[in-house]
Nanobody, 121 residues
Framework: QVQLVESGGGLVQSGGSLSLSCAAS????????MGWYRQAPGQQRELVAD???????NYADSVKGRFTVSRDNYKNTVYLQMNSLKPEDTGVYYC???????????????WGKGTLVTVSS
């Protein structure tokens, strides 16, 4: 079994910063992409940023220049540094990891339960 546990959400004023982290644990053979998605009330879940094991990154246009995704491959942990937060960044942030693990030994998506980020105006 693979578990992802997020931490770091909370309430912040517009213009402020927050850091999120997500640690993967369990019977992990390898992890390819790790990333963050968010879901605002009444909207679909959308990609915020992700990072491959090589270190290459991908960001949603709405967060470029404000958010930074990083990872520690030894700790199987992905981070999201969020600066210059805006009210429209409010939502539940979910961590996703693409993991190769038993019993399938195929890369599969695993999700965390989410952490709430609220940005007040």
């Amino acid at each position: 079994q693979v578990q992802l546990v997020e931490s770091g959400g909370g309430l912040v004023q517009s213009g402020g910063s927050l850091s999120l982290s997500c640690a993967a644990s369990g019977s992990i053979f390898s992890i390819s992409t790790m990333g963050w998605y968010r879901q605002a009330p009444g909207q679909q879940r959308e990609l915020v940023a992700d990072i491959r094991s090589s270190g290459s990154t991908n960001y949603a246009d709405s967060v470029k220049g404000r958010f930074t995704v990083s990872r520690d491959n030894y700790k199987n942990t992905v981070y999201l540094q969020m600066n210059s937060l805006k009210p429209e960044d409010t939502g539940v942030y979910y961590c996703k990891a693409v993991v190769k693990a038993p019993p399938t030994w195929k890369y599969m998506d695993f999700w965390g339960k989410g952490t709430l980020v609220t940005v007040s105006s």
